[in-house]
């Protein structure tokens, strides 16, 4: 499926890897996976640009494991795929809003939140990451949060979010250790995407408090595009600045 920018909003090309590469959006009928998508398909140097959910074919879900290992697997011959995206995520849900203080914790809400925001991006790495060239470049982003930053966690609330986003940054950073040893110039970050006019953010801050979800998708592509393979396992913002732990 083909999706057109805003006129005002040029797209991103990923200059650093190679003419004709392969690119994946996990998430892609998100606000911020569909741009993603958006900006790879118009990306003329990438040959193939394809989109993946609950409803795509091959379909990934997050709750199922093995539509994730099955689409990895059927996606495995038309590699290796050179831009892996993962923008899946949960901030609030049919369980309630992010929690303010200790009292509102709730297994529910817990074990939702960290299956979509930790659990099934888990799995993605695990399945898709060998999906990147051996040799030559090679790109991973997961979509995180600055709030899952515990160095810079001054305010505290939203319990779970903030916890889901800070176990996924370790399962990145433990990921690209490994994954450095079999893909040398593979770069596996962690990006936060700012606020974003999205469904996720406009309950707390409206509907067009931030900024085109086009916008901060090429953004991130720009900061990716730009990263060596030394920042692999970092945690990163779409301006480009380096985030704490």
Not at 26 to 34: D, E, M
Not at 55 to 73: F, G, K, M, S
Not at 229 to 236: H, I, K, M, Q
Request: charged letters at 15%; one cysteine or more.
């Amino acid at each position: 499926m083909s999706h057109a920018l805003p006129a005002a909003t040029p797209f991103t090309s990923l200059q650093s890897l190679p003419e004709r590469y392969r690119a994946l959006v996990i998430g892609a009928t998100g606000a911020i996976g569909s741009a993603f998508l958006t900006h790879l398909q118009a990306d003329p140097r990438c040959a193939l640009a394809v989109g993946l959910g609950r409803h795509t074919t091959p379909a990934v879900d997050l709750d199922d494991e093995a539509t994730i290992a099955q689409a990895a697997q059927q996606l495995k011959a038309q590699g290796p795929w050179h831009c892996i995206i993962h923008a899946a995520g949960l901030l609030h849900g049919a369980h309630g809003m992010p929690e303010k203080r200790l009292g509102q914790l709730n297994y529910a809400q817990m074990e939702v939140t960290f299956r979509t925001n930790t659990f099934g991006p888990a799995l993605v790495l695990a399945h898709f990451a060998p999906l990147l060239p051996k040799q030559g470049r090679g790109l991973l982003a997961v979509l995180s949060a600055k709030v899952g930053s515990i160095g810079d966690n001054r305010l505290g609330g939203w319990y779970s979010y903030r916890a889901s986003k800070a176990a996924l940054n370790m399962l990145v950073k433990t990921t690209s250790i490994e994954v450095a040893r079999t893909h040398p110039q593979a770069v596996l970050v962690a990006l936060h995407p700012g606020t974003v006019n999205s469904a996720l953010s406009a309950p707390f801050n409206g509907a067009e408090i931030g900024r085109p979800a086009a916008d901060a998708a090429g953004d991130m592509l720009r900061v990716l595009d730009g990263l060596p393979a030394e920042e692999t396992g970092s945690f990163y913002a779409f301006s480009g600045d380096k985030l704490p732990w």
